[in-house]
């Protein structure tokens, strides 16, 4: 079996290879947008491939009011959930009208078909990258009031009774090959825990069954978790950041437990079917980078746990290829499969 190093460097690897490319061409995307005459004719669509409510569709309703004013013409949201966003991503991929992009997490973006021969897209091929919006560590949540689960915030505590559990615990993503899913395998490979999976729609089913008693824990966003902890439902224990991170600076890192450098992010962002034509995917990449980069989005955007990006379309798709190699690896050695 792979040592629990090596799929840890994976990850590393692929935080700072694209952190390194976004950040690198954030600085050079100008801020004027190229001209794009009779673009657009008529509303824009965001496509989502998560629930109303969700962290992608938060983040796709703080663009749609700046959007629209930046283009002049509505901005619409639509959720097509299921498969871990994959039928959203599906949607986009197969538009023609010129007028639909999509918010997208990292897995629809990076290892959908490596994990799944028979999804129907391939990011790479069908997809053209927009810009990157933002990026967050995880949270590692348990419930309050599950017996046996200790929810004091001691995650050594936790772990070692999860060691204890073994596969009578189970724990919550919003899908197969999701960085929820890859990311506590990873945690699982370095603890020697073993929960079992169980994929649910979208991140606030996760924090719902968790809190009803199904799951013993899961990694959240760290705004869905502190909001589900101010509601006493559920108990912050650890975040997956190499260090404390400032979108919640109060829990200690699992690095702090003694799961040393043990770090993973999630993020979202936009792209585009490559039948768009390429002068209106530039126009889009520019004015979605500076929306992002604006102090108004940007304030947003960290209230629901997000740390502001707004790279140019080079800066996603330079994280989109050393997270679709990075996760690649850690799919092949844990074995991970869509079934």
């Known amino acids: 079996m792979p040592s629990p190093s090596s ?14 490319g976004a950040g690198a061409t954030a600085a050079a995307q100008g801020a004027a947008a190229p001209a794009t005459p009779g673009w657009p004719a008529k509303s824009l669509r965001i ?3 998560f629930p109303p409510g969700s962290s992608p569709d938060l983040t796709a309703r703080t663009f749609s009011e700046p ?3 930046a283009l002049g013409q509505p901005v619409i949201v639509e959720n097509k959930v299921g498969a871990g966003g994959n039928i959203g991503a599906d949607t986009v991929a197969k538009a023609t009208d010129g007028h639909t992009i999509g918010l997208f997490i990292n897995g629809n973006l990076t290892i959908a078909r490596l994990l799944n021969p028979q999804v129907t897209y391939d990011p790479a091929r069908d997809l053209a990258p927009l810009s990157l919006i933002g990026v967050s560590p995880l949270v590692l949540t348990v419930p309050v009031g599950q017996k046996d689960v200790p929810a004091t915030g001691d995650a050594r505590a936790f772990l070692d009774a999860a060691r204890a559990a073994g596969d009578r ?9 999701t ?4 990311g506590t395998e990873l945690l699982k490979a ?6 079992l999976h169980v994929p649910y729609p979208g991140y606030p089913q996760v924090a719902t069954a968790m809190g009803g008693g199904q799951l013993q824990m899961a990694l959240l966003p760290p705004a869905l978790a502190l909001s589900q902890e101010r509601a006493g439902k559920l108990k912050r224990i650890g975040v997956t950041s190499a260090g404390r991170s400032t979108l919640a600076p109060e829990v200690p890192s699992l690095a702090e437990a003694g799961v040393r450098d043990f ?6 962002a936009f792209a585009a079917p490559v039948s768009m034509p390429a002068p209106v995917r530039a126009r889009l990449s520019a004015v979605i980078g500076e929306i992002a980069r604006s102090p108004e989005v940007r304030d947003k955007l960290f209230q629901q746990g997000w740390q502001a990006v707004g790279s140019s379309a ?8 050393a997270d679709t190699a990075a996760m690649a690896r850690v799919i092949r050695e844990q074995k991970i499969s869509a079934q």
């Not at 690897?13 to 390194?20: E, F, R």
């Not at 370095?190 to 929960?195: C, E, K």
């Not at 770090?263 to 979202?268: A, G, H, K, R, Y």
């Open 67 to 69: 959007l629209s004013r």
């Open 314 to 321: 080079e800066g996603l798709a330079n994280r989109m290829q």
């Open 7 to 20: 799929l840890r460097r994976a990850l590393l690897a692929c935080a700072a290879l694209g952190l390194a």
């Open 169 to 177: 615990w189970s724990y919550g993503t919003p899908g197969v090959g």
């Open 263 to 268: 770090q993973l992010e999630i993020w979202n």
């Open 179 to 182: 960085v929820g899913h890859l």
């Open 47 to 49: 496509i989502v491939g």
């Open 190 to 195: 370095r603890t020697g825990i073993d929960p």
